[in-house]
């Protein structure tokens, strides 16, 4: 009799995460996991309780995937490159993992998660793209405030953008996309002063 493997947390998620980026979120269900992964449904029962909760850590594990090296990747770059690279990855995540995209960004997570992850918060009291937002501030010497709100204004234009080209089904080159965030992000900077190299 060969040995069972044990299904993990990590095994059960990256299961989760491979449906949701081939299928979307409706093709992530406890036997659709557990077909994926050779097991019963036990393990996925076991580890998560429920759907709802399994959805919720999806949720974080897929922003994770999305997003995670992005620090990273960021690192020793001059501020307006580093926010560039950020604009970069938000349009090409859209474009390369549109499912993935639409659940960590688009979706409402009250519906598909079960809760909000602002809490009461409005989502715009809170800071867009903050690491960039404190290198310009640091490296152009101009108050959060004042970097803040551009960055804001570029953070949505870029979202917008990208849901736009999602519902467009991507019919717009992502290298063009990213040309116009550049673009679009160069202008409104040059409203604060500050320049691209």
């Known amino acids: 009799m060969g040995r069972k493997t044990k299904i993990t947390r990590e095994m059960i998620l990256q299961a989760a995460y491979e449906l949701l ?4 979120i409706g093709a992530v269900g406890i036997k ?3 077909a994926k992964l050779g097991c019963s449904t036990q393990p996925i029962s076991w580890h998560f309780g429920s759907m709802t909760e399994l959805k919720k850590e ?8 999305l997003y995670g090296s992005l ?9 307006i490159d580093a926010f560039y690279i950020s604009g970069v ?23 598909t ?9 409005s989502i715009f009291s809170y800071q867009f793209d903050e690491e ?9 010497d101009i108050s959060p405030e004042i970097i803040g709100k551009a960055v804001q204004d570029i953070v949505i234009y870029t979202h917008g ?13 992502k290298e063009e996309a990213c040309k116009m965030v550049y673009d679009m992000g160069t202008r409104i900077l040059s409203t604060i002063r500050i320049t691209a190299p």
Do not use: T
Request: charged content about 20%.
């Open 113 to 121: 998660i079960g809760e909000s992850i602002y809490g009461n918060e």
């Open 21 to 24: 980026d081939e299928s979307g």
């Open 32 to 34: 659709s996991i557990a």
């Open 89 to 111: 990855r938000y349009i090409s995540n859209a474009c390369d993992h549109p499912n993935v995209f639409r659940f960590v960004n688009v979706d409402d997570p009250v519906n």
């Open 71 to 79: 620090q990273e990747e960021m690192n020793g770059k001059n501020a």
């Open 132 to 140: 960039s937002a404190k290198l310009l501030a640091k490296e152009y």
């Open 58 to 65: 999806l949720f974080y594990f897929a922003a994770g995937q």
């Open 161 to 173: 953008l990208a849901v736009m080209m999602m519902f467009d089904n991507y019919k717009l080159p």
